[in-house]
């Protein structure tokens, strides 16, 4: 319950602080943004984003973005050379604050993610990666284990590069720090009874993502 009204609020904020902004003509304020070669540079997932912009504080384009991972094609490595499909949702919300030097800009700000991920017959161990790279989860089988789910939620601060290579696409590298709680639920096939552990991670992506944005 505590981490859905923490994504609540996490959603109302960049809405009521847009209330504050100077405003900006309409054209050019959506974008999309995909990083394709997540699995080359930080062993993770790709993601989209969807970028709004809000408006002007201090001189700063101030910006609402919402994203996911493809989880489509989710497989883990599990212990026995196996692979399975399992499970898996992520939901990412940020404010971005950035600042452009002619073509160039710089941007920065918070992100919240919410990732879980669910398999039969198998458990489930986080790693301190597990914030940026879903691949670093490991996986053991346990046949008395009827299924397993990992939740984890997050806060992350991201800082990035952007250039502008026409008025309609960007190119960007982030980097990023994130400090989260994990949940794990484990069913039992000998017992109705759910057994519960959780902790923190924490952990930092130099290369989180390398990006390309198409603005309209």
């Known amino acids: 319950m505590k981490t859905f009204l923490l994504i609540f609020f996490a959603i109302l904020f960049p809405l009521s602080v847009n209330a504050q902004l100077d405003s900006i003509p309409e054209s050019k304020r959506n974008s999309i943004i995909v990083t394709p070669l997540g699995d080359l540079i930080n062993d993770n997932r790709p993601s989209i984003y969807f970028k709004r912009i809000l408006g002007y504080k201090k001189e700063q384009l101030v910006s609402l973005r919402i994203g996911t991972e493809f989880f489509n094609s989710l497989s883990l490595d599990f212990s026995s050379d196996e692979k399975e499909k399992v499970t898996a949702l992520n939901f990412k919300i940020g404010f971005e ?4 030097i002619d073509r160039l800009s710089i941007y920065y700000g918070p992100e919240f993610s919410l990732s879980t991920i669910r398999v039969d ?8 990666s597990i ?3 879903t ?7 346990q046949n008395l284990i009827d299924n397993t789910t990992l ?3 997050s806060l992350i601060g991201f800082l990035g590069f952007k250039y502008e290579l026409t008025k309609s696409l960007t190119i960007g590298y982030e980097s990023a720090f994130g400090f989260g709680r994990y949940n794990i639920n484990e069913s039992s096939d000998l017992s109705a009874i759910t057994e519960n552990s959780n ?5 930092l992506a130099v290369n989180r993502f390398i990006w390309l944005g198409y603005s309209f």
């Open 121 to 128: 017959n198998h458990t489930l161990n986080p790693t301190a």
């Open 151 to 153: 939740s984890v939620f």
């Open 199 to 203: 902790g923190f991670v924490s952990d």
């Open 131 to 133: 914030l940026f790279s």
């Open 135 to 141: 691949n670093s989860i490991v996986a053991n089988r």
């Open 97 to 100: 604050f950035s600042k452009a």
